[in-house]
């Protein structure tokens, strides 16, 4: 099957109450290990490619990495898109490069502006067979190099969605609901702590999102920085020689519980990126003489898979839907 939109998969997903996994994508063996676990649990995949990793790999590598993945996987529907394209020059370049759907993140903007960037992705996009999400509301945390502080984050407001939806004519909404990007998600003063010590995050704003789907019935929904930041890999790093104290993330039931709601889209990206640093750190330090890459991405592939099957069967509940 060659690459799909996503309109398809998130009506299927917004009816069935699951959520379709978006997991970034910067090289070949994260590649691999993504979409060798959804092969296997036939889940259909939105594989996402930010300016960095463009920056980072180059546009063509990644797009001939990803159709090798089709090639491998042809029975299970993939989405080639563009993570928080930061103008509208860039996402043209995706659309016009083999993209088949594009996040245009104006929420930086004021709304109007904000409305005004985005129809223009979508009047371009539409017109090319390419399905658009935009953003409304901003999270905290690191995209890109772009660095957003608690303080400077905001909720979606959800009397403004209706409109702005119906302006722009985009295909989804990323919402902010509390989630935020990257591996310090909360600072420790912004959590409790349980009985083993470990913090607790404040909890989503689901009274947020339900305003919002309310507001838009049967518009599917997307959650940007919804890593839960597993603690057995930012153990392992910090075994190892690491040093990543309290980073936290999501809880994930709360994002099984967004996945069964309106939330069709749910982004992944530095729990791939814990699971490769933690086993190549582990790699490393039990075979100090090794010095073949491939020995080291080997297992660290493997564990991106089965980080990816665990997001698949026991999060996002899209398994069994390709
Ligand atoms: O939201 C950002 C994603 O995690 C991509 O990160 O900009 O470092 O590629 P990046
Ligand atoms: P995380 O940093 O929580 O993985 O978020 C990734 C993301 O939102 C990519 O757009
Ligand atoms: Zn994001």
Redesign the pocket.
Known sequence: MPLVTSTEMFKKAYDGGYAIGAF?V?NMEIVQGITEACREEHAPVILQV????RA?ANHTYLVKLVEAAVAECPEIPVVLHL??GPDFETCKSCIDGGFTSVMIDASGEPFAKNIEITRKVVEYAHDHGVVVEAELGTLA????DVKVSAEDSSYTRPEEVEEFVSKTGCDSLAIAIGTS??AYKFTAAQCTRNEKGILVPPPLRFDVLEEVSKRLPGFPIVL??SSSVPQEYVKMINTHGGKMPDAVGIPEEQLRKAATMSVCKI?I??DLRLAMTGTIRQFFDEHPDKFDPREYLKPARANIKELVRHKLVDVLGCNGKA
């Not at 945390?141 to 890109?144: K, M, P, R």
């Open positions: 970034n910067n930010s300016k960095g990793a980072y993570d928080h945390g690191v995209e890109d990007h990257g940007h920085g982004n990206d530095s």
